[in-house]
């Protein structure tokens, strides 16, 4: 089926019209690329709480060891990892020697070179340091503290996001419940004290870094959809570290008006909580974060700081419902390690996920036992999504409005994402020879 014959089954037959470019009925703008106050697309709203609940009486600080590398031998048990690492690596070796597009020693060095910068990183290390790298303080350079209105700083932090690399960027009061209780074996507390610091027991944060800074970045989708080989893998090890430079640049940003920054990209707390509470899109069924522009092709990082911020809202923009009904992420999982429920629960699965807050709760150490088997990792479910299309195209637009507007029609659409072919393993040997823009990022027209 084209997309002439789509427009005409889905636009015509189920008796929703299209004019102007836009779905009759809806009190729809004239283009579907203006955006809505929040900067994002016109058909996203916004809400006082997030779509999925949370249970006050139960959500609390996570331990950061019950996550699933910590969960993971506890899981399994010894004896059946090192099986599952001995499978792993001999399979390398014989991918190696059959010379298998994805798995090649250019595919494999692609994969680890991405890298690069996020191994500089780490919990108040590197580029995630919690005290001043280079920039030039206020108090350096003998002038006060930047004063401007929460509104005007908000747009500031905003400006600064985007020039240091980030895909959308949201603000939000921070819920202390999404920070973790425990990181590298020592307690994470919040004391009234001027700057952020470690000793041997504890790290400690202000007690007045009050606002997070949820920020994404975006993945190339060209690279992802060769997943689970290599080139699919190097798409989020290059996101990995194009986080660790955007949170070091705005987190040095921050110091140099003169309040305090501590970023974080997956350590410390929840970077996808944060996202939800910040307006960045909503929790899916893979229990990760789909935004309405990119939807599940993103990572994730955040910025804590004292720094007083105009806040953004949680969003609504129909996810939810069409998760119910999608199912493609758990179809395609190679794993099963998704939930196949027609209903998000409050019933957690394991230790590696944070009681308390409504999802569709994945089996995370079978997701990883597979990731070792495969040798490069996988985001097929990711790749599967129907949220994973190019920002810059129409008929994407059209649908994810119509989606948003009248759920009665997700199921229709799931097929014919299907039916187009989306989501579908693409050519590991071919993507050498795409000659992609910066980053292996294309948003031009066109099939996803």
Same mark, same amino acid.
């Not at 009925?25 to 697309?41: F, Q, R, Y």
């Not at 870094?209 to 699919?232: K, R, W």
């Not at 509470?277 to 990119?294: H, K, M, S, Y």
């Given at each position: 089926m084209n997309r002439r014959d789509f427009f005409k089954l889905g636009f015509?037959?189920?008796?929703?019209?299209?004019?102007?470019? &836009?779905?009759?009925?809806? *009190?729809?703008?004239?283009?579907?690329?203006?955006?809505?106050?929040?900067?994002? +697309?016109?058909?996203?709203?916004?809400?006082?709480?997030p779509k999925l609940a949370i249970d006050d009486k139960v959500y609390s600080r996570f331990n950061s060891r019950k996550n699933v590398f910590g969960s993971f031998t506890r899981y399994y048990g010894l004896k059946k990892q090192k099986e599952l690492m001995r499978r792993s690596e001999a399979k390398r070796i014989e991918y190696y020697k059959e010379n298998r597009p994805g798995y090649r020693l250019e595919d494999r060095a692609l994969a680890d070179a991405g890298w690069v910068i996020s191994r500089m990183g780490g919990l108040n290390r590197g580029t995630r340091s919690w005290k001043r790298i280079s920039v030039m303080t206020p108090e350096l350079r003998e002038v006060q503290k930047y004063s401007g209105s929460p509104e005007e700083a908000a747009q500031l932090i905003k400006a600064a996001a985007r020039y240091f690399g980030a895909a959308t960027v949201g603000t939000t009061y921070l819920d202390r419940r999404h920070i973790h209780s425990r990181e590298?074996? $020592?307690?994470?507390? /919040?004391? +009234?004290?001027?700057?952020p610091y470690e000793n041997k027991e504890k790290l400690v944060i +202000?007690?007045?870094?009050? %606002? !997070?800074?949820?920020? #994404?970045?975006?993945? #190339?989708?060209? *690279? @992802?959809?060769? #997943?689970?080989? !290599? @080139?699919? #893998?190097?798409g989020s090890s290059l996101g990995y570290s194009r986080c660790e430079f955007l949170v070091a640049g705005l987190a040095e940003f921050i110091r140099g008006l003169g309040y305090v920054a501590i970023p974080s990209v997956n350590d410390l707390g929840s970077s996808v909580a944060i996202a939800v509470?910040?307006?960045?899109?909503?929790?899916?069924?893979? *229990?990760?974060? @789909?935004? +309405?522009? /990119?939807g599940p092709m993103v990572r994730l990082a955040k910025v804590l700081t004292n720094m007083e911020l105009a806040l953004d809202k949680p969003i609504d923009f129909g996810l939810m419902e069409f998760c119910k009904v999608c199912k493609r992420c758990a179809e395609a999982c190679p794993a099963k390690c998704l939930s196949f429920d027609d209903e998000p629960s409050l019933n957690v699965k394991g230790e590696w996920n944070n009681p308390g807050h409504q999802a569709w709760f994945e089996d995370s150490p079978q997701c990883l036992a597979y990731w070792r088997e495969s040798t490069s990792g996988c985001s097929i479910c990711l790749a599967v999504c129907p949220w994973s299309k190019k920002d810059k195209t129409m008929i994407h637009d059209i649908v994810k409005a119509t989606? !948003? $507007? @009248?759920?009665?029609?997700?199921? /229709?659409?799931?097929? &014919?994402?299907? !039916? /187009?072919? %989306?989501g579908r393993q693409k050519s590991a040997k071919k993507w050498w020879s795409l000659n992609l823009p910066e980053y292996g990022i294309d948003t031009t027209q066109g099939k996803g």
């Open positions: 015509g037959g189920t008796g929703v019209m299209v004019g102007g470019g &836009m779905v009759s009925g809806l *009190n729809t703008p004239a283009s579907s690329s203006h955006l809505n106050k929040g900067g994002h +697309p016109w058909w996203v709203e916004t809400t006082l709480n590298r074996g $020592k307690r994470i507390v /919040f004391e +009234p004290v001027k700057q +202000p007690d007045d870094c009050n %606002y !997070a800074i949820s920020l #994404s970045v975006q993945m #190339s989708l060209e *690279n @992802i959809q060769c #997943s689970p080989t !290599a @080139i699919g #893998s190097a509470d910040a307006g960045l899109g909503e929790l899916g069924r893979t *229990n990760r974060l @789909i935004t +309405p522009e /990119f989606s !948003a $507007k @009248i759920p009665a029609l997700n199921g /229709f659409f799931t097929h &014919m994402d299907e !039916a /187009f072919g %989306y």
